[in-house]
Structures are given as C-alpha cells and as structure tokens.
C-alpha cells in the first residue's frame, strides 16, 4: 500500500498544481463591475503584485495563462487588463 502512496502524491501534485490559478478571462469576468477596491479585494482577493507609478498603483493577479492587471486611483479601480 505504501509503495502507491508516493508516487500517487507526486503525481497528484504535478497534476493539479496548474488548476491553482484562474484564467486571464475568468478573472476578468468575476471582476468586470468592479469600481472600487473594497470589491476587487473581496472577489479576488489580495493581489499578487502591487507597483506604484504616478500617483496610481497597478494591482497584478496572476493567471493561469498570464495576469491581470488593474490601475487603481485612491480607492477606484479605473482601468482593468490582461498581460
């Protein structure tokens, strides 16, 4: 029993560790009405990246084809795009 344990784990873990992250498409349609980053952060969670660029700041959420990124003034999402 033990002999199958490891190798179904390691398969098991190459197998799924694609699925962790959303689309490029997926992530852009669950956050397609949002305006504010109370809601960005409440469907999709803490971005991965945060980079600040002239008075503004660019939230990064990677994908599983990509990233998205989303300019956000003060507490407004103004702009939203895949990479």
């Known amino acids: 029993?033990?002999?199958?344990?490891?190798?179904?784990?390691?398969?098991?873990?190459?197998?799924?560790?694609?699925c962790f992250h959303k689309s490029k498409e997926d992530i852009l349609s669950e956050?397609?009405?949002v305006r504010d980053i109370g809601e960005l952060i409440t469907i999709l969670g803490?971005?991965?990246l945060k980079h600040k660029m002239n008075?503004?700041?660019?939230?990064?959420?990677?994908?599983n084809n990509?990233?998205?990124?989303?300019?956000?003034?003060?507490?407004?999402?103004v702009e939203a795009h895949a990479e």
């Not at 700041?57 to 994908?63: D, I, Q």
């Open 55 to 63: 008075g503004q700041e660019e939230w990064s959420y990677k994908a």
């Open 46 to 48: 803490e971005p991965d």
């Open 31 to 33: 956050a397609e009405d």
């Open 66 to 77: 990509g990233k998205v990124v989303f300019v956000v003034a003060g507490n407004s999402v």
């Open 1 to 18: 029993m033990h002999r199958f344990l490891i190798p179904l784990t390691l398969f098991l873990a190459i197998t799924l560790s694609g």
